[in-house]
């Protein structure tokens, strides 16, 4: 049981290019969210999925996409990185509305 | 919409003594409460969850929070830390027809020895 895991650990972009990153749970978990993280920021929420098929934006949902083609997987896309967008990104998932998250180990996106 | 507030951005304090890290939060419907922990280059651990019933919640690692929704608190108390409870501490809130978390700032706990 692996919890939630996310691919890659690390990336560096140049501004322009697109990238993918993919959120995996094993929970069977309804909800999965993406949040990314700023030093002084906290965690704010950038899209989220209350199930296979459905997706939601959420408070910073600019410059990103994403996608949940099944219920395991959640994806955050950027078609074309900015040096805004340098930051620790995070997938978590629920099981219910309001329950509690499970967090992944994060990502770390540098865009120069 | 849901806001977090962490009245405090960092907070020293002496291994062995008690903390509190206060939380206020602004909402004018039932909701969920949350801390969460956070040590360095990992991702995040709920520590304690209030939901409803009793507003005293006990956590891991020996924490607990007391609910008050009539100061709209959730501060998160310790009466004796250690040196490895140095950490960011979130404190979060769902409800209201949100579906994702909202985040106060964070609280960086400093322990000394």
């Known amino acids: 049981n692996a919890g939630v895991t996310q691919t890659p650990k690390f990336r560096v972009l140049k501004t322009g290019q697109s990238m993918t990153l993919l959120c995996a749970q094993d929970?069977?978990?309804?909800?999965m969210y993406w949040y990314r993280q700023d030093p002084g920021m906290g965690l704010r929420l950038i899209h989220y999925?209350?199930?296979?098929?459905?997706?939601a934006k959420g408070e910073v949902p600019d410059g990103y996409n994403v996608s949940r083609l099944k219920k395991q997987n959640f994806l955050l896309g950027l078609e074309s990185a900015a040096p805004s967008q340098t930051s620790v990104y995070f997938c978590a998932s629920s099981y219910m509305r309001g329950g509690e998250q499970y967090f992944g180990p994060g990502t770390r996106l540098t865009v120069t | 919409a849901q806001s977090v507030t962490q009245l405090d951005s960092q907070v020293p304090v002496f291994e062995e003594a008690p903390v509190e890290l206060r939380c206020n939060y602004s909402s004018s419907v039932s909701v969920y409460l949350f801390w969460y922990v956070q040590y360095p280059n990992q991702g995040l651990q709920l520590l304690l969850k209030?939901?409803?019933?009793?507003?005293l919640v006990k956590g891991i690692n020996g924490f607990e929070a007391e609910f008050n929704k009539s100061q709209t608190s959730f501060h998160l108390r310790k009466p004796s830390v250690h040196i490895s409870d140095t950490a960011e501490y979130f404190c979060?809130?769902?409800?209201?027809?949100?579906?994702?978390?909202?985040f106060g700032k964070g609280t960086h706990l400093i322990i000394q020895p």
């Open positions: 929970m069977n978990h309804e909800y």
């Open positions: 209030y939901l409803s019933g009793s507003t």
């Open positions: 999925s209350v199930g296979e098929g459905t997706t």
């Open positions: 979060a809130v769902v409800g209201g027809g949100a579906d994702g978390l909202t």
